[in-house]
T-cell receptor, first 112, second 115 residues
C-alpha cells in the first residue's frame, strides 16, 4: 500500500524567502511522484512530476523537487516566494501512473 | 494535456435532494475518475468510470449514493443522491495523462453546499 505524508499543514514564508514544502512517501514499487497546486476556488494543477528519470525535477512557476530514495522524500522548493504562490499544495504518489494517493496538503501563506 | 469542463461550478442544495455533476473532456479517454474533497481535506477517490462498463467504487462509496454514468469516451456524470450536509464538498473529475507518465488532469471542480 502506498501513503503520503506532508509535514506541516500550514507553512508561512515572507515574500522573497525560500519555500520548502515537505513530502515523504511509502510505496512497494518504484514510485511516480507528483506535486499539485490548488489555488482558491480552482481545481488541481500539476506543478511537476518524477517518473524515474532525473532525480531533480523542475516544474512550472520556478518550483523544483528532488527525489531522494534513501529518505523516501520528494520535497518541493522554490528559491524566492511570490505572493501569487499562496495556495494549497498536494504531494501524490502512484504506482506506474495508477492508484493515486494524495497527501493531506500544505497551505502556503506568503507574507508581504 | 486534457481540458476538462465541469458543470455546475457551484451549487447550494437542499437536504434530501439529488444533484448531477457533468464532466466533459476535450479528448477521448479510457478512464475517468471522480474525487471528493471535503472542506479543508485532501482528495478521496470515489470511483473510476470506464466507458461501457459499471463504475468501480472505492471502499466507503456505493452506487446508490453516487451513481455514475459514462455514455461515451468524453463524458461522464456523477450524481450525489439524497444529500445531507455531510455531502458538502468539492467534487472533482479527473482523467489520466495521454502518456505512460501517468499524471492526472483535473477539472475546476463542483462546489456543493448542502443546507
Amino acid at each position: 500500500a502506498q501513503s503520503v505524508t506532508q509535514l506541516g499543514s500550514h507553512v508561512s514564508v515572507s515574500e522573497g524567502a525560500l519555500v520548502l514544502l515537505r513530502c515523504n512517501y511509502s510505496s512497494s514499487v518504484p514510485p511516480y511522484l507528483f506535486w499539485y497546486v490548488q489555488y482558491p476556488n480552482q481545481g488541481l494543477q500539476l506543478l511537476l512530476k518524477y517518473t524515474s528519470a532525473a532525480t531533480l525535477v523542475k516544474g512550472i512557476n520556478g518550483f523544483e523537487a528532488e527525489f531522494k530514495k534513501s529518505e523516501t522524500s520528494f520535497h518541493l522548493t522554490k528559491p524566492s516566494a511570490h505572493m501569487s504562490d499562496a495556495a494549497e499544495y498536494f504531494c501524490a504518489v502512484s504506482e506506474y501512473g495508477q492508484n493515486f494517493v494524495f497527501g493531506p496538503g500544505t497551505r502556503l501563506s506568503v507574507l508581504p | 494535456s486534457a481540458v476538462i469542463s465541469q458543470k455546475p461550478s457551484r451549487d447550494i442544495c437542499q437536504r434530501g435532494t439529488s444533484l448531477t455533476i457533468q464532466c466533459q473532456v476535450d479528448s477521448q479517454v479510457t478512464m475517468m475518475f471522480w474525487y471528493r474533497q471535503q472542506p479543508g481535506q485532501s482528495l478521496t477517490l470515489i470511483a473510476t468510470a470506464n466507458q461501457g462498463s459499471e463504475a468501480t467504487y472505492e471502499s466507503g462509496f456505493v452506487i446508490d449514493k453516487f451513481p455514475i454514468s459514462r455514455p461515451n469516451l468524453t463524458f461522464s456524470t456523477l450524481t450525489v443522491s439524497n444529500m445531507s450536509p455531510e455531502d458538502s464538498s468539492i467534487y472533482l473529475c479527473s482523467v489520466a495523462g495521454g502518456t505512460n507518465t501517468g499524471e492526472l488532469f483535473f477539472g475546476e471542480g463542483s462546489r456543493l453546499t448542502v443546507l
